[in-house]
């Protein structure tokens, strides 16, 4: 059975600006910063590194803000102290975390690389460790982590049903596109891939890639909601900005 530890946050606390904060540019932002630098500066290759980086920050905010029904976090890190923080802040304004415990080794020493699910969803304290759709990363199950994260509910079944474009992706202006794409698949696109598709501009494109995570079908009626979403959320952000003074749109 998956090692689940818990985290519980008050039902009744709400954001605050120190907490939010945290969540930004805490030690676990800042730590996470730090051996992204080192890593890249030295052309070291680690198995299974990861960073906490501006779209993981924006997606906890939104999350924290109940824009967003729920996110993954995960970030190497030397030890699980900046962690442990990262957890008591989502925690003081009511969100939950639901821990899985992992480590990864970095030049012969072992480093702390959970990864962490957060919710403000509170039926989710009913589910047994069995029941909750979280995993250590694979992201089997994809219909429970899709209503975990809030995914709009034709796109769960569109990914679970038909994948991703099978054909891959390439890089072009610093994004990625189809390769030998063809209208009105039933596959589905990465966010900002399926936008660009459809001929938005480069700004509502960086709002979806950093403010949605979820493939979309190929069609107009998807692409637009798509879009809709991002933009909310643009505007929740803007919105927390202004009440907490925590700038978060240059991040985007």
């Given amino acids: ?50 960073f906490y980086q501006e779209k993981d920050i924006l997606e906890v905010v939104l999350v924290a803000a109940e824009e967003k029904k729920g996110a993954m976090m995960r970030a190497t890190l030397p030890d699980r102290e900046p962690l442990n923080q990262q957890i008591e802040s989502i925690n003081s304004v009511g969100g939950d975390c639901y821990v899985i415990p992992n480590t990864v080794m970095v030049e012969g020493e072992e480093w702390d690389n959970s990864i962490v699910y957060l919710t403000k969803d509170y039926d989710y304290r009913s589910f047994s460790d069995k029941e909750l759709p979280f995993d250590n ?23 679970a049903e038909h994948g991703m474009w099978p054909h891959g992706f390439t890089q072009e202006d610093n994004s990625f596109v189809p390769l030998d794409y063809v209208s ?29 995570s979820y493939s979309v079908r ?21 919105n927390l900005e202004e009440e907490y003074g925590v700038e978060l749109t240059s991040m985007i």
């Fill in 1 to 50: 059975m998956k090692d689940i530890c818990r985290y519980l946050g008050d039902k009744e606390a709400d954001l605050s600006s120190p907490a939010l904060e945290e969540v930004k540019e805490g030690s676990y932002r800042q730590q996470s910063k730090q051996f992204y630098d080192y890593v890249d500066s030295n052309n070291i290759y680690i198995t299974d590194e990861s």
């Fill in 137 to 159: 990363g694979a992201h089997k199950d994809h219909r429970g982590l899709g209503e975990f994260f809030g995914y709009p509910e034709e796109e769960i079944e569109a990914y």
């Fill in 184 to 212: 009105g698949t039933e596959h589905v696109f990465p966010p900002y891939s399926a936008a660009k598709q459809y001929g938005e501009d480069e700004e509502t494109v960086k709002k979806v890639e950093k403010l949605t």
């Fill in 218 to 238: 190929d069609s107009p009626d998807s692409v637009e909601k798509l879009v809709d979403t991002a933009e909310d959320r643009y505007r929740k952000l803007q």
